[in-house]
């Protein structure tokens, strides 16, 4: 019978940046399969490419996760003691442990060719028209007093895995099916390199299994490392864990993101920054990928866990619809209570809104709670009612037309008297203007809102003239 074991996933980000898109849901998937069937998120570090770890990332990756609602069961932070540690460069004697146990039992051995060489049988092998050169051995038949000289002129060498010549290595993925590999089509490859620091598919194998890890939720682009991965299992004698390959991310014009796309924001932190609340993120990078049935599009994080299922991933591309992430962002923050997106969108205000009294800041932000779709959308908002724009020629002489004057003088009479300025009062005040007047629609209002804004759209007239005031107002229809 089969044994049962608490499944265990794992994200493993290598902290060479900071958390975008791809990760966050490669993440988010681990983490919704995890919770699904009751069992462990690990988040583990993968920072063996030391050239290109970047300070900070590995704690911006977390900070990024915790935001969205992605805690960890078990990290560098949270460590179980069973499993720890959980940063890769904190394991070295491990690695070089497997590594050498390989090697004993011949499945690995050592390699002392130089780059130079390296790269010279590389170019030997494509003139000879082999299109996907191989590491030629070389180093697979030297003898025990071969290696001993080449140690004693100071080479420190790395190890390879040995491949089998003509073996089928096959794999059920839990999103494409049946996998199938020749292991002659896969060279020699190193595991541990010449400074001691493992490869990253030699690593990722031991953490996996030492980590009893028993689903691997990662992007697309490690498909052909699994064959390398599971032939390691085998040697050892492991049980593999599942596989599931996640379907790349496109942009609109069906070109996977990379991370030097300008017209796509990659990393988490500037959605953040941006004001796109966590949850619709969360709820955006559930549906990249996945497709529920039925036309529901909002989720919560409860209904995301609970519906989670592989079967539902697709293995087509997916992509990265803006509109649609705005669309959702805006949904959630509709769905705020008022103090709740007053809270929120406070956070985005610029600083020079301070000094206005909270009434009427509270007034216009609540006024824009259904227009925006992000956060820091309240500024230019904002700066549309509380400021104006310049005046272009057009707006001049529209203003100097003679029922322009005359409607912007009788306002200010109307409202001149007024003890405070409200809906119905500032309605009046424009029926007054209209029977005097004799004017309608258009020409009643546009005087007055060209003059305190000089723009023709934007909030409706009587939620300008409370923002700003009676003071204010008549300061700006006077001037
Ligand atoms: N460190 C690898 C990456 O960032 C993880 C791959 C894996 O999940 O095995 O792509």
Not at 28 to 34: R, V
Not at 96 to 107: C, D, P, S
Not at 240 to 257: D, M, Q, T, W, Y
Not at 340 to 353: I, S, T
């Amino acid at each position: 019978m089969e044994k049962v074991n608490k499944i265990r996933v794992r994200y493993a980000p290598s902290p060479t940046g900071y958390l975008h898109i791809g990760g966050a849901r490669s993440a988010l998937f681990n983490y919704l399969y995890a919770k699904h069937n009751n069992g462990d998120f690990v988040v583990r570090i993968e920072d063996t490419d030391l050239a290109r770890n970047i300070p900070g990332a590995e704690e911006s990756q977390i900070n990024d996760l915790e935001w969205l609602g992605i805690v960890d069961d078990e990290s560098p932070y949270r460590p179980n003691p069973k499993y720890a540690p959980y940063r890769q460069t904190e394991k070295l004697e491990i690695y070089r442990r497997f590594a050498v146990e390989l090697v004993q039992k011949g499945f690995a051995y050592e390699c002392f060719c130089t780059e130079e060489e390296l790269e010279k049988s590389k170019e030997e092998q494509l003139a000879n028209g082999i299109s996907s050169p191989r590491y030629d051995r070389r180093c697979l038949y030297l003898s025990e007093e071969d290696k001993q000289k080449l140690k004693a002129q100071g080479l420190t060498p790395t190890i390879r895995l040995k491949m089998p010549d003509n073996e089928c290595i096959e794999f059920d993925d839990m999103v494409r099916g049946k996998m199938k590999f020749n292991s002659g089509d896969i060279g020699d490859f190193v595991i541990l390199k010449s400074n001691g620091i493992p490869t990253y598919n030699f690593a990722v194998v031991i953490d996996d299994h030492l980590m009893n890890i028993t689903h691997v939720l990662r992007g697309e682009e490690h498909l052909s490392n699994t064959p390398k991965q599971i032939q390691i299992y085998r040697y050892f004698g492991w049980d593999v864990p599942r596989f599931a390959h996640l379907s790349i991310i496109v942009n609109e014009h069906g070109k996977k993101l990379s991370k030097r796309d300008n017209d796509i924001r990659q990393f988490i932190s500037e959605y953040r920054d941006l004001g796109y609340p966590a949850d619709a993120i969360f709820n955006f990078l559930f549906l990249l990928g996945f497709s529920p049935l039925g036309e529901q599009e909002i989720f919560s994080k409860d209904e995301a866990i609970q519906l989670f299922d592989i079967a539902h991933l697709s293995n087509a591309p997916s992509m990265f619809d803006q509109k649609k992430l705005d669309w959702m962002s805006a949904s959630y923050i509709k769905a705020m209570s008022d103090d709740e997106y007053l809270r929120f969108v406070k956070q985005f205000l610029d600083d020079k809104y301070l000094s206005f009294d909270l009434q009427t800041i509270n007034f216009l932000l609540l006024l824009f709670k259904e227009q925006i779709h992000r956060g820091s959308d309240i500024n230019y908002l904002m700066e549309e009612v509380l400021s104006v724009a310049d005046f272009d020629q057009e707006v001049i002489d529209y203003l100097q037309k003679e029922t322009s004057v005359n409607v912007i003088n009788s306002f200010v009479e109307e409202i001149r008297n007024l003890s405070s300025l409200n809906k119905d009062m500032i309605s009046e005040a424009f029926k007054k203007v209209s029977a005097k007047l004799s004017l309608k629609g258009k020409d009643l209002y546009m005087p007055i809102r060209l003059k305190l804004t000089g723009r023709y759209h934007g909030l409706e007239i009587y939620n300008i003239v409370i923002a700003l005031g009676k003071e204010t107002t008549i300061e700006r229809l006077k001037k």
